[in-house]
């Protein structure tokens, strides 16, 4: 194994402000930027403000389109059905409508017994705080999405921060990240997957941390009998925070959707071999052999464990309401696939105290096992109009359309269209064409930058993106879209950023490579900001004339 330099020849972005443009003046301005941003609380205030800013915006015309858009129609009620009972009743044909015209309880909303679904629940208790607060309709159940998207924000500022060293690239990931059209929609639906995105992102962020807290300590080591040498083991390290927080994140993301299990193993793969590598580098011999008996069973712990009871806590409501699950789903076409036989729970006697816990959970996992039946089998010859290929999510090759109203008269609502022509309103699920094919390019350059550099940060946003993206390529023949592709969306925003920083480079002085870099990177946002406002209408439910919403169909299968 090659232990990592301990000063890359070339960081990424070690310098706190590597933005500085060439000329007489550079090293000056970029001293000026470089103390501003190092000012105690600058750092946070400048991912504060961005995220307000992002949330602020969010919330215009949150409330439109005024119908279940989309999924809505499963989580919101969902949600609902948590807020009012614990747990998730099945709800009637014409519910929807019920509930749009402000009827939320009784037998026009709930029948009497459980739904089967399809994710775990804490998205949909998310879902549920924000109705709380806003009440059931279309602000408040996506209230909740809006105030995820924006701490999102906020989370991206302080991770590529943490990564590369600077604080106005750290800025940049966020403002980047608050530009995109996926993420925008996502924020204001009551959808699960910015939920998703945004544990994982936590997750990795606590797990990045624990590395460099874990560099840090090991460093600091001074006891001879740990301190080096090739039959030293290296320091014991028990108790690892960071590792434990990025359990609760994990555990959070998989209590989401059961797809946050691949970069949960992926990354913790990473974190052994990334203490491993650190044993190497002080001089112990066979590294990584003696980093699984020495880290691997308190990284499993504190990461896995931590999550398995984070995920389980999740399902609190479930499990006080486990007998209405016996009774009417241990029974179904899932639970009896394929020659099985239903739940011995449901005709087992009652139990009493601990008793009746370890029956509940026996419960939980034969429904477990029905879920998972009904992904695996249940779904492979279904289709929908907006099903797509994961190969080409990173192209944005079939956004997904949640809501629209065709043919508006002129005069209708305001339509000035021309003679003969007509006007719409839509929201479309569809990514910042810039980011996202820039961040496609600035994924593939990080690979291989960090095989040439061998610096781990370059492959943070590589591995990200491989987790949360290539597991859906054993799936192309299921129904699945686009907009699931959220997951990775932040690894392709690091992925730019630690690419900007390596062009600037970390010299001071003036230069050519950095004033073209910086001009190169200041395009690059604005486009990002132009293109933001171009597609916003489409973003957001906005009216506009069927020649507009042409001029922004790019390519044939974004219609």
């Not at 402000?102 to 629940?121: C, K, L, N």
């Not at 034969?366 to 994961?390: I, W």
Request: with cysteine; charged share 15%.
């Amino acid at each position: 194994m090659t232990p990592e330099p301990t000063a890359p020849t070339v960081p990424p972005a070690t310098s706190p402000e590597p933005l500085a443009a060439a000329g007489a003046s550079s090293t000056t301005l970029r001293q000026r930027i470089d103390d501003f941003t190092t000012r105690p609380g600058v750092p946070w205030a400048g991912a504060l403000l961005l995220a307000v800013v992002a949330f602020l915006v969010r919330l215009v015309r949150i409330g439109e389109p005024h119908s279940f858009a989309f999924d809505e129609t499963y989580y919101a009620k969902h949600g609902l059905s948590l807020l009012q009972h614990g747990y998730v009743l099945h709800s009637p044909d014409g519910a929807d409508a019920q509930i749009l015209s402000g009827v939320t309880t009784g037998s026009g909303v709930w029948d009497d017994y459980p739904e089967m679904i399809a994710h775990p629940e804490v998205g949909k208790w998310l879902i549920a705080a924000g109705e709380w607060i806003g009440g059931m309709d279309p602000t408040g159940w996506r209230l909740a999405s809006g105030a995820i998207g924006a701490l999102m924000v906020l989370l991206m500022c302080r991770f590529a921060t943490r990564i590369t060293g600077s604080v106005l690239l750290g800025w940049i990931a966020g403002l980047v990240l608050s530009l995109d059209g996926l993420h925008l929609v996502l924020s204001r639906l009551a959808l699960l997957d910015i939920f998703l995105a945004f544990f994982l992102l936590g997750g990795v962020h606590s797990l990045v941390a624990d590395r460099q807290w874990l560099r840090r300590r090991m460093d600091a080591d001074v006891d001879p009998r740990t301190r080096g040498g090739a039959a030293s083991w290296g320091p014991r390290l028990f108790w690892r925070p960071w590792l434990l927080v990025a359990g609760v994140w994990f555990g959070l993301a998989v209590g989401t959707k059961w797809t946050a299990l691949y970069p949960l193993a992926l990354f913790g793969v990473w974190i052994w071999f990334a203490a491993a590598v650190e044993r190497h580098r002080r001089g112990t011999r066979f590294a990584v052999g003696r980093s699984a008996i020495t880290d691997g069973p308190v990284a499993f712990l504190s990461l896995v464990g931590v999550a398995f009871v984070v995920y389980l806590v999740s399902w609190t409501g479930w499990l006080v309401h486990a007998e209405e699950y016996e009774e009417t789903l241990s029974n179904t076409q899932y639970s009896t696939f394929d020659g099985r036989a239903q739940w011995s729970t449901a005709t087992e006697p009652d139990a009493d105290g601990l008793g009746e816990v370890v029956q509940s959970l026996k419960s939980l996992a034969y429904y477990h096992r029905d879920v998972y039946t009904f992904h695996t089998q249940f779904l492979n010859d279904s289709t929908h109009d907006y099903a797509s290929s994961p190969i080409g999510w990173p192209l944005i090759n079939r956004p997904v359309g949640v809501d629209a109203q065709l043919d508006i008269q002129p005069g209708d609502q305001g339509c000035e269209a021309a003679e003969g022509s007509t006007c719409m309103r839509q929201v479309l699920l569809l990514g910042n064409p810039v980011i996202w094919w820039g961040g496609s390019l600035a994924v593939l350059a990080c690979l291989v930058l960090w095989i040439a550099r061998r610096d781990w940060r370059f492959g943070v946003p590589v591995l990200g993106v491989a987790a949360t993206w290539l597991p859906w390529l054993q799936y192309e023949a299921r129904t699945i879209f686009y907009f699931y592709s959220i997951a990775f969306l932040p690894f392709m925003v690091l992925a730019l950023v630690l690419c900007l920083g390596a062009a600037i480079g970390p010299k001071r002085g003036p230069s050519t490579r950095r004033t073209v870099s910086a001009v190169v990177a200041g395009l690059f946002l604005i486009v990002a900001i132009a293109l933001f406002a171009f597609f916003w209408p489409i973003w957001t439910d906005q009216l506009i004339t069927y020649d507009e919403w042409s001029s922004r169909m790019w390519l044939k299968d974004w219609i």
